[in-house]
Each structure stands twice: as C-alpha cells, then as structure tokens.
C-alpha cells in the first residue's frame, strides 16, 4: 500500500463539472512520475495480450485492480494481486456482457509503479463522492484499438451506451496512424452534449456514469496507412460502502 499526498483543491473545477454536467475534460496535472509510467505504459501497449472475447477485429487489453481510499491529505492504493474475473452485466453489454472475462495483468514494474499510484489519487481526487473515508475499487483495463485497412475497430458495444461503473477515467496513450476514436458524450436523454478526439499523451476525460451516456467512433487507418492504433488506460471507479 502506498499514500499519495494529494491536495484535494487542486482539483475542485474537475470536481466541479463532474457534479454539474457529469463529465471533465480537464488536463493532469503531471510531474516526473506520471510523464514517466504513461511513457513506459504506451511502450508497454506492444506486449498486450489479444482480447480473446472481442472477434470482430483487433484489440489487446490487460486487467488489473486495486483498492484505494481517501484519508485527510491523499489517497491511499493498494494493487490487488489476484485479479478477479471481469464480469459486465448484458444490459450494460450485450456484445461482451453476460460472461466472466479473464484478461492477464499487467508486468508488475507497471502496476505498482508509483506514477500509476499518482495516477488513480488524482482521478479520485476529482470524484465528487470522495469525502475522507470513501473508499473505491479500481479497475485498470489498458487497451489498444488497432485497426487495419478495411479492418477497423470498434468500442464495445458500439453506440451510446453506459458501462455500469460509477465514475470511468481514459487516459490516452497513442494515438497513431489513426482516424476515430472520437469521444462522444450525451445526457440521459442520449442528445450529445460533447465530442472530442484526443490525440495527445495524457489527455484525458472523466465520466459519471449515471449522469451520462458515453460512444466511441470506430478507430481506423488514415488514408494509406497499413496499421493504426490508440493506445488507452481506462480505469472504472467503483464505490465501496464502508
Ligand atoms: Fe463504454
């Protein structure tokens, strides 16, 4: 278990929008750490095993879980080494839902890499439920979209739907070669609210899950191009009662 200091303040115009609209889209706040683990994650993205469960093209994912709490002056994060099964019900899913997923974690120089830790305490920092005491599980799924030429790659399932966890953090890593892989947001009533492409390492965007509906345009090649990917952390924030 490590303890991140954070300074909850910082983070209150995120924390703000979360309440407000149900989605932020606001910058990290880096420092060595959190530059350096996004760097060695997207290096990493190379080494990820296929999705088994997704047929229809290509996509790689890891999954990895953790347990954090909020204190006074930060968040304290454990990694959870064995890693449960990842179970999506076929409401919220019905391409991959309905069925335990086993997806390998990740090598543990990533997941316990304390630019990771930094990473889950800032996105917390910025939930609107984390009061001192909440308590989140945290599910890191990193992703990568490839798509080939008449090959592309598709989010599941494809549309605006919800994922069924509370608050969903993407984090971007690459995005290379590529067309789509835009973000769509809509409220509860499915009339879009926002879209946005994010083509820089760490961008990065925050949903409420129960405040909005979320779609992802397919990721395909760019004109010539024989090969593209985009490359994504996406953590599901899950509050625990305690
Ligand atoms: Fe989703």
């Not at 304290?76 to 991959?96: K, M, T």
């Given at each position: ?5 954070v300074?909850?303040s ?21 420092d060595?750490d ?18 088994e469960?997704y047929?229809?093209?290509e ?5 990895d ?12 994060v ?20 309905g069925?335990?997923?086993k997806?390998?974690?990740?090598a ?24 001192v ?11 990568r ?19 069924g966890?509370?608050?969903i953090?993407v ?28 083509r ?10 129960e ?9 395909e090649?760019?004109?010539?191009n024989?090969?593209a ?14």
């Amino acid at each position: 278990m490590r303890t991140i200091p954070v300074e909850f303040s910082r983070h209150a115009d995120a924390r703000a929008d979360l309440e407000a609209r149900g989605y932020t889209k606001r910058p990290l706040q880096f420092d060595r750490d959190l530059a350096s683990i996004l760097g060695r994650m997207a290096f990493g993205s190379w080494d990820l095993p296929a999705d088994e469960y997704y047929k229809t093209g290509e996509r790689y994912r890891s999954f990895d879980q953790y347990r954090a709490a909020v204190t006074e002056t930060g968040v304290e994060v454990s990694h959870l080494g064995e890693v449960r099964p990842y179970f999506q019900d076929v409401s919220h899913n019905p391409e991959l839902g309905g069925v335990q997923r086993k997806y390998a974690p990740l090598a543990a120089h990533l997941s316990t890499d304390v630019g990771i830790y930094k990473l889950i305490s800032q996105q917390i920092a910025r939930l609107p439920l984390s009061s001192v005491g909440q308590i989140y599980q945290v599910n890191l799924h990193v992703m990568r979209y490839c798509a080939l030429p008449g090959r592309r790659c598709e989010t599941s399932p494809p549309g605006y739907h919800k994922d069924g966890e509370r608050f969903i953090s993407v984090v971007l890593l690459t995005y290379c070669g590529a067309d789509g892989g835009v973000v769509y947001i809509a409220d509860n009533e499915q009339s879009e609210m926002d879209n946005f492409l994010m083509r820089e390492m760490g961008e990065n965007y925050i949903i409420d899950d129960e405040q909005v509906y979320h779609k992802l345009s397919p990721v395909e090649v760019l004109d010539s191009n024989s090969f593209a990917f985009r490359d994504i952390l996406l953590f599901d924030f899950i509050p625990v009662q305690n």
